[in-house]
Structures are given as C-alpha cells and as structure tokens.
C-alpha cells in the first residue's frame, strides 16, 4: 500500500539535544511538507519541499533543520535552539498539479522534553 | 495567512445539521477541508477551486465564494462519526501551493 511513514510515533528529547524525525513516502510525490500541531493552533508550516535538494521555510522555521536527498524523504531535525519542541508533528506530501491536489498526511510523531 | 474559523466549537445531537465557516484575508487559490480524529491524522474531505464551486461527499458538502474569500462546510443528518476537529486549508496566489490551516472548528456529535 502507498503512503507515507512517519517514525517514531514517540520521542523523547533531552536539554540540548538535536533529535530527528522521519518521513518517507512512496506515492511518488514530488512536494513534502512539515507541520507542528499544538492545542488550539491548528497546524502550522515548518518546512516544505517542492523538488529534490530544494526547500523553504515557513511560517515557524526557527530552531528546525530539514534535507531533501531524495524524493522519497524529508526528515526534520528539531534542535536545541527550539525552545519548545513539545508538540505533534506531521508530515504530508502532495503529488504534482499545485492546489487543485490534496495533501496526504503520515501518523505523526509526538516529540516531548525529558 | 491563516484563515479564520468559525465556530470554535459545536455539539450536536446525531441528525442535526451544522455550518462550519472559513475566510481569508488574501485572494485564494483553493480552499481544502480535512477532518482530523483525536491523536490521528488529518484525513482529506475536498478541494474547492473556483468561485461559486460546490461539492460533496456523502451529507458533507462545501461552497467557495471567491469574491468574499470565504468557504463553507455542511454537514447534514449528522452522525457520530462525523465527530472530531474541521480544519480549512487555503492557498494562496502567490504561497508556492503551501496550505495554511485555521485553528480548527471542534465538533462532537451526541446521541
């Protein structure tokens, strides 16, 4: 089945800490977005990609890091300078034809501090 | 940009019918409605894409009106699987094809 892997569903990071969250899909979708879910925000963009080696922040970049090595991933790296990291992250992908096609989206991966 | 929702919230009791509303500032390109379950994913309902478009999935359906820059869900007849949080994503013009979502409308359905 296609879709997109979002791992791990849990993560814990401690003071200081880079940690990365991954996300690999395989419906040949050539643009990848990352979203953070905090109660009552809605979702808010991170990073996105729309071509390989290619991507721009969004709205709340600072202290996330991303690549695009390859069509199939785009993992986020949460660093230190992200203060507050605690939140539901979400990564999506759409294939080509801009906003006439919907945004599929992974399970999520839910990033507490220790 | 992010759009606007509204209502926060609504509860129903199962067959009654609501209206959740989403409007921008900007001149949009599209409007995206997803229905998010808690602690899941968000899960595409449908793309609205010209003005004075409607469309409709099930008892769910949705309007775009282009010149306010403002869409509409209805959900009709509503069943309790129609609980969880509505979100609207637009794009803009000139976003590169980015969504911005709204915060998000909570819907409980009740027996």
């Known amino acids: 089945d296609g879709g997109i892997t979002q791992s791990p569903k849990y993560l814990f990071r401690k003071e200081g800490q880079n940690v990365t969250l991954s996300c690999e899909q395989n419906?040949?979708?050539?643009?990848m977005y990352w979203y953070r879910q905090d109660p009552g925000q809605g979702l808010r963009l991170i990073y996105y990609?729309?071509?390989?080696?290619?991507?721009q922040k969004g709205d709340i970049a600072e202290g996330y890091s991303v690549s695009r090595e390859k069509k199939e991933s785009f993992p986020l790296t949460v660093t230190s300078a992200q203060k507050n990291p605690t939140a539901f992250y979400l990564c999506?992908?759409?294939?080509?034809?801009?906003?006439?096609?919907?945004?599929?989206f992974g399970d999520g991966t839910r990033l507490s501090i220790l | 940009q992010q759009p606007v929702q509204s209502p926060q919230a609504v509860i129903l009791r199962e067959g009654e019918d609501a209206v959740i509303n989403c409007s921008s500032s900007?001149?949009?390109?599209?409007v995206h409605w997803y229905r998010q379950k808690h602690g899941e994913a968000p899960v595409f309902l449908m793309i609205?894409?010209?003005?004075?478009e409607q469309k409709g999935h099930e008892k769910i359906s949705a309007s775009f009106n282009e010149k306010k820059q403002q869409s509409s869900l209805y959900l009709t007849a509503s069943q309790l699987s129609y609980s969880g949080t509505y979100f609207c994503?637009?794009?803009?013009?000139?976003?590169?094809?980015?969504?911005?979502f709204g915060k998000g409308t909570s819907l409980l359905v009740t027996p």
């Open positions: 900007k001149a949009l390109y599209s």
């Open positions: 609205l894409l010209k003005g004075g």
């Open positions: 994503g637009t794009i803009q013009w000139d976003s590169g094809y980015a969504l911005n």
């Open positions: 419906l040949n979708h050539d643009a």
């Open positions: 990609s729309q071509i390989v080696n290619d991507f």
């Open positions: 999506a992908s759409r294939s080509r034809g801009g906003g006439n096609q919907p945004q599929h």
